[in-house]
């Protein structure tokens, strides 16, 4: 800003800035209409811009009132509005407006509500608009929600009424520009070393891994790390909603779903996609996350040589991923019965990974557990690593870690034969 505005001005009331402020906005919003500046330059041409309506207006604010200004006035027309900071702090993983009131974030595991307000939902709406509109996607009464992704990866979801009854809501997942290594998964206490140096063992042995946990658990964050254990030599597939990972590797193929557009035509779902990588021949298969039918698509090709695959699904235990992943089978639309459902999934996984989100706000993985069979109708499931809690510390951190049964997974053979002879040090002294 490279006018010197006067230091002895006096500060205006926040009703006289919320006018001029809005005053600024239409005029540069009338000048935006006749000329669209370049598409690389915008920010930098808006503010120009709008130093020059400015000075015309002949307006004399003290500097950090004019500069605080002039930042929401190029956050409303050249970003997001009053979350555009939220966007721009690396330590926020997620925002969510429920209304024009309340805007709350998730910082470093814990919910927190913010000081942002909107104008009112009309604004939110503005906001949603600019948003869905670069896609070709709009909201309205008889669409009332949509998924997106903005030009910086982050996902996001809107929702308006009437179906939300108390005003417009935004919920962002933000596009992590770096996924976290391995050692600071150890260091965050997700994994110890000890379970990361068993989870590459598995991985460089090709069992096939699915890894579960509950909302915003770290599935993802984890899946990046485990699929870092994969071979520079191998052809890798991945298939995501909003392609998220963050593979060094050369050979990877990253594939991403896409939305039907507003007629309901031109989408291409996860399902069609795991049908479509069995021809391009994988040595890995990645799925971001299994929801649908897709399910089953994944387990057959597990079970027809395209071993070593991974993906995530959302469940509360590892049970529970079992379970999920049979009703997600049955999704898929073919009249199987459930007992060929079950001796899929025993044959095709190997070992469930499952994370959690405690409620302290870290992220832990909680249990190491080897799908070891069927035993009658029922698939087995047997912990080689499990989290135990020791206690709570005064800031109510939970505190423990995850500890080795001392049972050796059925599966040791597989690892032994990829060069990785792990014994007492890994499993526990007293392993059978």
Known sequence: MSANPNPSAEPISAQEMAKLKAELIRSLANQLE?????????????????????????????????????????NELAGFGPIQPLLEDDEINEIM????????????????????????DDHIRRIIDRMLSPLGRRVDSDHPAADAR?????????????????????????????????????????????????LEACVRARLNILISGNTSSGKTTLLNVVAGFIPDTERIITIEDAAELQLSQKHVVSLETKTPNTDGKGGVETRDLVRNVLRMRPDRIIVGEVRSGEALDMLQAMNTGHDGSLTTLH????????????????????????????????????????????????????NITEVAGMEGDVV??????????????????????LVPTGIRPLFTPKLEVAGYKLGGDIFGAGYH
């Open 150 to 198: 903005l030009p910086d990866g982050s996902r996001v979801n809107v929702v308006i009424p009437p179906v939300s009854h108390r005003g417009s809501c935004i919920t962002i997942r933000k596009f992590l520009k770096n996924m976290l290594t391995i050692e600071q998964v150890i260091e965050y206490k997700t994994l110890t070393d000890k379970m990361a140096k068993f």
């Open 380 to 401: 087995t499931l047997t912990d080689v690593f499990k989290f135990d809690q020791t206690g709570t510390g005064p800031d109510g951190a939970i505190q423990g870690e």
């Open 315 to 366: 469940a509360n235990s590892p049970r529970d991923a079992i379970s999920r992943l049979e009703t997600m089978a049955m999704m898929a639309g073919f009249d199987i019965p459930m007992i060929a459902i079950r001796r899929q999934i025993a044959s095709a996984i190997d070992l469930i990974v499952h994370l959690e989100r405690l409620q302290d706000g870290t992220r832990r993985t909680v």
């Open 34 to 74: 006749m000329n669209t500046p370049q598409a690389e330059k915008y920010r930098e041409t808006l503010a120009v811009w709008l130093e020059q309506t400015y000075l015309r207006m002949g307006v004399n604010l003290p500097i950090n009132q004019r500069n605080r200004m002039f930042r929401e006035i190029i």
């Open 97 to 120: 407006v429920n209304g024009p009131e309340l805007v709350f974030v998730e910082r470093k595991g814990k919910l927190i509500e913010t000081n942002i307000r909107f104008e009112d």
